[in-house]
């Protein structure tokens, strides 16, 4: 009897737990259908208060198109020397280096001993012929005495003036020779370089030389420019020399435009003097020149990234235009010429006072209303 209890009780609570489930799907059901009903009745009152013909206008910013200075440079790297940059070595002969009498860094005046070679053995000839030139000096004089005389033979006189005058010229070029056993600066300048040591060969044949004086009381910007702008780079031009390493940019003129291309690398050289200021400039520190090779004082150009491709039509520009009381976006098809720090100058399409669409025009199309 118990049994049968308790298995009614069982079917009693599932009937009512299967009721309760029965009446949630039956509400969700009528909400859905609710909802299906609100938002058939919006749609219905919307396109009855919007007309047909209404198209939501696209908010743009635009920039009123005038008319400003363009100009175009020309970038190259290049590097700065002293307006004297010398290479040094041996005169005439070479020798081993006994003596260096200046350091790196010093302040030297043309024509100062930098260092000493070994000429001992020029020394001892030039002694040689001092002792020699005292004897035949005297056999000129004893010579010279009796001719005047009259007595003794011309031919012995004249011997003894030949052997003198011969000596002396030997004298006076050893002597010639002694001094450039020394190495002298050309000019005045700094000590950049000394590549030689004591007890090295030094010769007028080294690839390398044996000193180096620089002279920055004037200093000039070098670079080597392409051979395609050979025909726009000349002397006079503009050039802004930007230098790196210290945020600093000077304007000056190209003061050089070489005529000869380097085979190699098809460059031509270009210098810039430098003008005065207070910075200290150093061998070949890192200047970028910019030479101006074009100018329009009275140019249409705008920002680069607003010019948009099309594979049909070709570059072109949105403007904004007001038609019929209404603002549109018209399509402009442009002739673009040169470009440079970011902006374009436009030869052709675009007039002064456009209003030229800045943002918002990378998804227009002809004719779209705008709103700015």
Known sequence: ????????????????????????????????????????????????????????????????????????????????????????????????????????????????????????????????????????????????????????????????????????????????????????????????????????LASPSSPIPAFRIVNFSKAKALADVGEAYSSKVKTGDQVKIFLPDLNRELTNQITFASKFINPTNRTFLVEAALPGSDIIFRANMIAVLRIKDYTNPSAIAVPQNYIQNSRDEGQFIFVAAEENGKKVARKRIIKPSVTYNGLTEIVNGLNEGDKIITAGYKDLYNGQPIDF
Not at 87 to 95: L, T
């Open 1 to 200: 009897m118990k049994q049968i209890i308790f298995i009614a009780g069982i079917f009693l609570l599932l009937a009512g737990c299967t009721g309760k489930v029965g009446d949630k799907k039956a509400r969700l059901d009528q909400l859905k259908k609710e909802h299906d009903q609100l938002t058939e009745e919006i749609m219905k009152l919307e396109k009855e208060l919007t007309p047909a013909n209404a198209v939501s206008a696209t908010m743009v910013t635009v920039d009123v198109i005038t008319k400003k200075p363009f100009e175009h440079y020309i970038e190259v790297q290049g590097r700065i020397d002293g307006n004297e940059n010398i290479a040094v070595s041996p005169r005439n002969q070479g020798g081993t280096v006994t003596r260096i009498l200046v350091h790196e860094g010093d302040a030297v005046t043309s024509g100062q001993v930098l260092a000493e070679l070994d000429a001992e053995v020029l020394k001892q000839q030039l002694s040689d012929l001092n002792n020699k030139l005292a004897f035949v000096t005297d056999l000129y004089s004893r010579q010279k005495t009796l001719w005047d005389q009259k007595i003794g033979s011309e031919v012995q006189y004249l011997k003894a003036k030949n052997d003198m005058e011969s000596v002396q010229n030997s004298i006076s070029t050893l002597e010639d020779q002694i001094k450039m056993s020394v190495i002298t600066s050309p000019i005045n300048g700094t000590v950049e370089d000394i590549p030689i040591k004591v007890g090295q």
